[in-house]
């Protein structure tokens, strides 16, 4: 009777506590404001002089309160992060396309006496390229806070990132040269040339301006995942004892180089969000 009664209480302990822990978690959702980055400290000619871009964050997350002061989230985001670059950039080789095949492209070159052209002697032109990356991510943070009614708080941990597609977006119309500079088209043969005849004009003319407007998927040429931190700041407004609305603040940074070929840089992708979200308590 009495292994009985205390496997009872036991049990209602275990129910009261599981009821306890669970009336603690929190459950929301949130959306912001996204300022994504793409930086490369290598130098490298393909990712230098990239801009911020803008976009979107949103997600859902479940918080579990270990002490009035610190608690543990756990998030799934889904998360807009790119950059954008314009003038004079470097093309690759694999966008030469229209310009036949990169050996006929070569002689051509060698027949005018020039250097011929690689990913790390690339051809370059005029135009506007937006880089748009989607990753879903998962953080889990470390939470910090203070308050009642208004409550402020910091967070910060690891996450890590699943690349969902990836675009490269060109627009523009541009003279395409063998230098950075700009100063030296690339020419092709004449086919009015005429050794004879002086107003045929000369052997090699100058390419005409090319349209650079593409949209071009390139989620094969980087990596699939990435690992980084988050950390932030924000503001709670509690209602009342279930419902609560919070403003925060949050910067990014990927540990992991997007690209899966070097000689197309070592970029690290991050951003800074600004978002409003909402949550429950259970």
Known sequence: MKTINSRLVLFLFLIIFAQTIMAQVKIGAKAGYSIGRITDESDNIYTEDYESSSGVDIGVFVEYPVSDLFSLQLEVLFTQRGGERTGLQPIPTAALEDFGSLVELNYMLHLQGKAPVTDTNPLYADFKNVSELRYVEIPLLGKLGWGDTWRFYVEAGPYVGFLMSSTQKTSGTSLITLDAQGTDPLRVFNPIHDPSDPSSGPLWVPVPPQDFDADTDTK???????????AGSGLIRRINEKHEVFIGFRGSWGARP?????????????????????????
């Open 220 to 230: 094969e040429e980087l990596n699939t995942y990435n690992v980084g931190f988050h």
């Open 258 to 282: 997007i690209q899966k070929d070097e000689v197309y840089g070592k970029s690290h992708v991050g951003g800074l969000v600004f978002s409003l979200g909402y949550a429950y308590t259970l």
